[in-house]
């Protein structure tokens, strides 16, 4: 077998000719941009170690490392928002929810159609994740205070839960 | 606690580790990771010894053929080269799902890496040093989106959070141009 010569960070998303477009729009657009209340000053993720603007929002978008693989790539990205206990959106690979509740945490398809886990294309999760993003912001903010406050037991359960799967997980290594 | 350096103690009290080929690590220098697969070439193993193939890739299935990945295509190539016993082969990875390319791998190669392992644990982590609010006083934002390295996916999120307006109700950080 030969070596395969990779292009790395390719934009192969599956594209759709309107995916293409919106992309093509607004890809220019997008500046450096550090809001006041994130500083991104630092080159790592340790600069978010202080997250309490996080509870300002209503809703964590998760950016996973990767989002076109056909299967869940799960990094700090995911176990931060669980560990900061805010409810959370998923752009990650596909089945990433799916994979987390074979951990035994619990989701949010209580309050927002969850099924955008299981499109098949990054772009079509995302086009799905928006939408619900476009739901929410038509909502008052205190209806959006409220179901977070809702939440509260299953972000609570999942702050626990986490140190449970890191344990479990520790004891499987032993085990190799 | 740094669920890392946990990993990494276990690890070393199990095996006697011969060598730590880490994605992320190598950087895609082949070159490089065939020299180091080549030290182990004549090598006689012991029972203890083991090569950790730990894979935390980024490269999206890129220009392969037959929709794998191509590093792991490339790292099967360079062990199989030289011949490297499969028994003593680990590999750790956080892709849950990639035992199936592992599957497709060790056919496609005729070299069969059977101890595959998916855990979150093996890099930096860390879990119990968090100070922050526990309760919400109200909301400012409707949500946070905050990035880091330029990637399409991220790039395209934003993208369609302008299209639909969406911009200015979040707090979103990136760091690209």
Redesign the interface.
Known sequence: ?????????????Y?TKD?RH??A???S???????D??K?DTP??RA??????????????I?E????????????KT?KAI????PF?M?G?K?SLY?LRKFGFKTFDAWWDESYDSLNT??DR??S???I??D??KRP?QE??DI??AM?DILLYNKKH??N??TN??E???E? | ML?HK??DK??SN?FNIKLYIDSIHYD?D?DRLDNDVRALADYEFQPNDIIILAI?D???????NYGLN??L??L???L?KYDIPTEFL?LLS?????D?EIETMNSL?MYDII?V?C???W?????D????????S???????????T???????????????G?YD?????????
């Open positions: 077998m030969e070596l395969i010569n990779e292009l790395r960070f390719n934009n192969r998303m594209l995916q919106t992309l729009t607004y890809q657009t997008l500046q450096f941009f550090a809001h209340l994130c991104t790592n993720d978010f170690n202080n997250f309490n603007f996080i509870k300002k929002s209503f809703v964590y978008v950016t490392t990767v989002a076109e693989y056909p299967y869940p790539y799960l990094t700090e176990w560990n900061y206990k805010v959106l752009i690979g089945d994979q990054a772009a995302i086009d994740v928006v939408g993003l476009k929410l912001s903010n959006l205070y977070r406050v509260e986490i140190a799967v890191f997980e520790i499987k290594l032993k190799l | 669920f946990a990993v276990i690890l199990k895609y082949y935390q980024t490269c999206f299935y890129s220009n392969c191509a590093y295509h490339n099967y190539t360079i199989k680990l956080n892709h849950y799902g990639i199936k190669f101890r392992h855990t979150p644990l890099y930096d982590f860390f879990i040093d968090i100070d922050i609010e526990d309760n919400i109200s909301i400012d934002y409707l949500y946070t989106c905050v990035n880091n330029s990637r399409a996916h991220r790039e395209y999120t934003l993208c369609k959070i302008k299209e639909e969406l109700e979040g707090i979103i950080s990136h760091r690209w141009n």
